[in-house]
């Protein structure tokens, strides 16, 4: 490759992530080289600028056509750009966070690397929304993994947060591991890295013994990615990870890393195995008779999710498993792959509700624990008449996770069973067990709001919210009210801008 | 103007959310005025639609229609598929039911005086729910009837469990559960329909369902129409509640505040009935006749079982959950009778059975704020010390067992009519209930009236007073009037039966 040719890209399509990058290494020279009694704080305040400007730089993209730039290994397509809005607001969100948070001990002294391993942990997110390529999809995966680890630790001297990140590590190295196996058969069977020719190579491939191979590697691929998004039986890491980390970071994690967990789904299993024949005639496509193994994924994420919750008394580990159970939604989705009507916009909609509703309720906990140091449910016992209007937005947050009309949950909720119903025959079974996982939720959702209305009060120390905190939480609870009730304000944005994503995978 | 009457009549009780979200904590009773305020505009609303009914104004004149949600990008296809509109329509079953909403929450609202504690968050509550039932009422589709009706559930699990009496958790929880139950297999019925179709809307389904019209992605089979009726059967039965599916609203009922079970036994246990006319017999007719013997067979068992158990009761309030039971088990019965005096029966002990519930509840409620308990056991002699509240009581009493000239009467009458015609067997099994009617509830009301006096209420007791005469008169007076004349309820409902009975083939 010659300078010519590294000049005749479109360097513009990677502004965003430019910008995050820029924003990061600026971080990381000042908080280097500023003196120690400097306020590190107000680094948040910088990598908030970065993340807004990249946001902005990303809706001037959105005039852009299709670019694909580094043969094919970036993409800026429509997928690409309606995955890194929901990626960046949700960052800005957790930096806002993350500028409140004053844990009780352990984060005087890492102040500043917490601010800048959230935007490359960000920066990683966006490269997999944009990967045309395993090797940067893998790249991406990676710089969000390795930037989790440490910030699930940041906190020193705690031991509950050295656990985590222990645990962390292990359980992702693990599954980092698997999923590059899978990959690796991948790439022996197709010879390529790049989706797009991958796609091609597997869509002829009716050989029963290479089918077979696919079928291992997609196995693997499947379980090694089931370990980042949390699904059962591969959860286990989350609830002790969410216990120990810092709450943003833990908002972080169920929020944005979720999200990126999806993305790299979508784009291996839409790319590769939608178009593959599953049988050696090519009467079926590969997902098609695979699918059941998704399904059995997303039921089983789904009961273990909600029964679990069921018994939590810390309320990080609560909304662990309630993180579980609506991964466990989410793949239903994929599973069903939206009836194959309902699939892409289900998904981002749903990721927006999820976004809006748990930022919201972590910036609740982040507040109440960090009062009272305790992190137990009883902590919320009388909020309702402590500040009614802080008890409010949690149980919009609560109703909307809990999936109650009138909020953003519902409408995400209707989404993944309009898919599951629309073909025949219906994904009845699939459906059963998340209307019965969404009614186990009413009880440890309700009973939340049980502690916030009808407890005595707990304490009656004044309740003092940060200006950031109380950003989060206006934003997170007008958005979670105004997507319930017209969600056509997202869903006709979605498909106005965006149509039926049919740019997803290259065509040359 | 009338486009957007019924959004204004369902919205109205925001006018008094917002009054009483302004006011402070502790002005109880400025907050109880315009708690009851808020009650008005749905009230004055709903009697200007019933005026205007009767000056001859057509219903569908007031039809409100709004684009709102469209799901999936399938508007090259047709650009109505998968749209969820905002519409809002009347007919004359809906009106009924509307005027039994506003009259009943009014007066509830009225009741509400007994509140003890945090009225704002109450009557905040109180006004939400009233938009939901409203709305629930008035809905053209049913992922709108499903957000009222979701509406209806959350303000009253927080109004039971946070206002009623010592074991409101529990209640409020078990209300939860079972609701929660009932909504899931109604929004999976729902969903069905509108993932296989494209349109909830409850008319245009109603004619694909019978007349077979085009659903565009996977066929409806035959026997999969016979789910979704029973679904739908289920999940109203459940809020009705049919025998076996009663213990939350037992339980609800003995341990709600009584101005919410006004509400409770008046307006949202009705929802049960009007889901099953609307949805169960509305848009699958053939497989509704085919499900109303398991429909007659339940009201049955619901008629006999509550009377029994009424029978057994020693506190008043169960004795009228019981009673509740058993009435609708009755309307169960006429839905079943699937013959024109079945139906109207039906509807008419629907509305007959609000209101006389709602006048015992807020008896209980009198009853308990003087004396503390609403064991029967505990009462006695109340003739002596509060003759005009026993009076009442025993009206209320003879109109739940159904004494001619009162409204219990003419809708049993005309259920057992019905039901005579199409399943003789059943009725003749069902009128023994209503001989263990009037054993229940004279026993109850007598034990409570008469009876030796006890040391709990020799003490010098007030008669009702003041305010209190107006929901008990009002109740009472509207008792009488269907039960004098009935045609005040069967006009505006002669439209409405008749296209149902045309729908199920009519006899």
């Keep these: 490759m010659d300078w ?175 999923t590059l196996f899978g990959m690796s058969y991948l790439y022996g069977v197709t010879g390529s890295v790049n989706l797009g020719e991958m796609s091609r190579t597997m869509a002829a491939m009716t050989d029963g013994q290479l089918q077979y191979i696919m079928g291992l590697a997609f196995f693997m691929v499947f379980v090694g990615l089931s370990f980042k998004i949390a699904a059962a039986p591969f959860h286990m890491w989350a609830p002790d990870v969410y216990e120990g980390a810092p709450t943003p970071v833990v908002a972080f994690l169920s929020v944005i890393s979720k999200t990126a967990g999806f993305v790299i789904i979508l784009r291996i299993f839409l790319s590769l195995f939608l178009t593959a024949p599953g ?60 009836g194959g009507y309902f699939l892409m916009d289900t998904v981002w909609f749903y990721l927006l509700a999820y976004l809006l509703m748990n930022i919201g309720v972590f910036a609740v906990i982040q507040l109440l624990s960090s009062q009272s140091g305790s992190e137990d449910i009883s902590i919320l016992a009388g909020l ?37 119903f629309i073909t025949e025959p219906g994904h009845y079974v699939l459906a059963g067990i998340m209307i019965a996982g969404t009614i186990v939720s009413y009880v440890y959702y309700f009973g939340l709001l049980v502690q916030v209305f009808f407890r005595p009060i707990h304490s009656d120390k004044v309740i003092k919210i940060r200006s950031g905190l109380s950003t989060v939480i206006i934003i997170c609870l007008v958005g979670t009210i105004l997507f319930g009730i017209v969600p056509n304000l997202a869903l006709d944005f979605l498909h106005n801008q965006f149509g039926d994503f049919t740019d997803f995978i290259s065509s040359e | 103007m009338n486009v957007y009457l019924l959004s204004l009549l369902v919205f109205s009780p925001l006018l008094g959310i917002v009054m009483v979200a302004i006011m402070p904590k502790k002005e ?26 009767y000056s001859g104004v057509a219903l569908s004149s007031f039809d409100t229609k709004i684009n709102w949600i469209r799901f999936g990008n399938l508007a090259m296809y047709d650009p109505k598929l998968f749209t969820v509109n905002f519409e809002l329509g009347l007919d004359g079953l809906s009106l009924i039911f509307i005027l039994l909403t506003t009259i009943v929450s009014s007066l509830a609202a009225m009741a509400s005086i007994y509140i003890k504690q945090e009225w704002k968050g109450y009557y905040l509550l109180f006004l939400i729910l009233e938009i939901g039932m409203l709305g629930v009422f008035t809905a053209e589709n049913l992922i709108l009837f499903f957000i009222f009706f979701e509406m209806t559930l959350i303000p009253t699990f927080f109004l039971i469990g946070r206002w009623g009496f010592l074991e409101k958790e529990k209640a409020s929880y078990s209300f939860l559960i079972y609701n929660g139950i009932g909504s899931a297999v109604l929004l999976v019925a729902i969903l069905i329909l509108f993932a296989r179709t494209g349109t909830t809307n409850i008319e245009a389904l109603s004619q694909m369902m019978t007349m077979g019209g085009v659903s565009l992605f996977a066929p409806i089979s035959g026997s999969m129409k016979y789910g979704l009726c029973l679904a739908f059967i ?100 006429g839905l079943g ?171």
């Design chain 1, 4 to 178: 010519n040719t590294m000049l005749s890209y479109n360097w513009g399509a990677m502004m965003p992530e430019f910008i995050i990058l820029g924003t990061a290494m600026i971080l990381s020279i000042l908080d280097l080289f500023w003196p120690k009694h400097f306020n590190r704080r107000k680094l948040a305040w910088l990598a908030l600028t970065g993340i807004i400007l990249a946001f902005l730089s990303l809706i001037s993209l959105f005039s852009f056509e299709t670019v694909s730039i580094l043969s094919d290994t970036f993409r800026l397509d429509s997928f690409a750009k309606a995955f890194k809005l929901i990626l960046l607001f949700g960052a800005g969100l957790v930096i806002l966070l993350a500028e409140s948070y004053e844990p009780q001990e352990g984060l005087q002294e890492h102040r500043g690397e917490f601010y800048y391993l959230f935007l490359t942990a960000l920066l990683g997110a966006m490269i997999m929304t944009s990967s045309g390529d395993m090797i940067t999809l893998f790249v991406g995966l990676e710089l969000l993994s390795l930037s989790s680890y440490i910030l699930v630790g940041i906190r020193k001297h705690n031991r509950k947060s050295n656990e985590a990140s222990m645990k962390y590590v292990i359980n992702g190295g693990i599954s980092t591991a698997i």
């Design chain 2, 234 to 333: 289920i999940a109203f039965a459940i809020k009705l509640p049919v025998f076996p599916f009663h213990s939350w609203m037992v339980r609800v009922h003995a341990e709600a505040p009584p101005s919410i079970v006004m509400i409770h036994a008046g307006v949202l246990l009705k929802i049960g009935a009007y889901g099953i006319i609307r949805f169960g017999m509305g848009i699958f007719p053939e497989q509704y006749k085919s499900l109303a013997f398991i429909v007659v067979l339940f009201g049955v068992l619901s008629l006999l079982y509550g009377a029994f158990l009424a029978l057994l009761q020693t506190d008043f309030k169960l004795v009228l959950a019981y009673s509740s039971v058993s009435h609708m088990g009755i309307v169960m019965m």
């Design chain 1, 384 to 420: 309702g008449g402590r500040s009614p209007y802080l008890a409010i937005a949690f149980t919009v947050f609560i109703l909307s996770l809990a999936g109650i009309p009138g909020t953003t949950g519902f409408i995400g909720k209707l989404n993944i069973f309009l898919g599951t």
């Design chain 2, 28 to 53: 109880e009773r400025t907050i109880k005025q315009f708690g009851f305020f808020g009650t008005l505009p749905p009230l004055i609303l709903s009697l200007f639609l019933f005026s205007q009914y």
């Design chain 1, 279 to 338: 049988d050696t005639f090519g009467a079926l496509d590969f997902l098609e008779k695979n699918n059941i193994y998704i399904a059995f994924v997303a039921g089983l994420t789904i009961i273990i999710g909600n029964v679990i919750a069921l018994r939590q008394q810390n309320l990080k580990r609560l909304f662990a498993f309630s993180s579980i159970a609506h991964a466990g939604y989410l793949l239903v989705a994929v599973a069903t792959m939206g």
């Design chain 2, 337 to 507: 009778a699937l013959n024109e005096s079945g139906i109207q029966g039906a509807i008419f002990q629907v509305i007959s059975h609000g209101l006389i519930a709602a006048l015992l509840f807020f008896l209980v409620g009198v009853l308990y704020e003087r004396t503390g308990t609403t064991m029967l056991t505990k009462l006695g002699g109340l003739t002596k010390s509060m003759p005009i509240f026993s009076g009442l009581l025993l009206a209320g009493g003879m109109a739940s067992l159904g004494l001619p000239g009162m409204s219990g009467f003419i809708s049993e009458f005309m259920v057992f009519l019905g039901l005579f015609k199409s399943q003789p067997l059943f009725a003749a099994i069902g009128a023994l209930g209503l001989v263990l009617t009037a054993v229940y509830m004279l026993r109850a009301v007598l034990m409570i009236t008469f009876g030796k006096s006890n040391s709990l209420v020799e003490k010098e007791k007030h008669d009702l007073k003041g305010l209190e005469f107006v929901p008990t008169v009002v109740l009472l007076g509207l008792i009488i009037s269907v039960g004098v004349y009935p045609n005040l309820l069967g006009g505006p409902l002669q439209e409405t039966i008749d296209a149902m009975m045309l729908a199920l083939g009519g006899r």
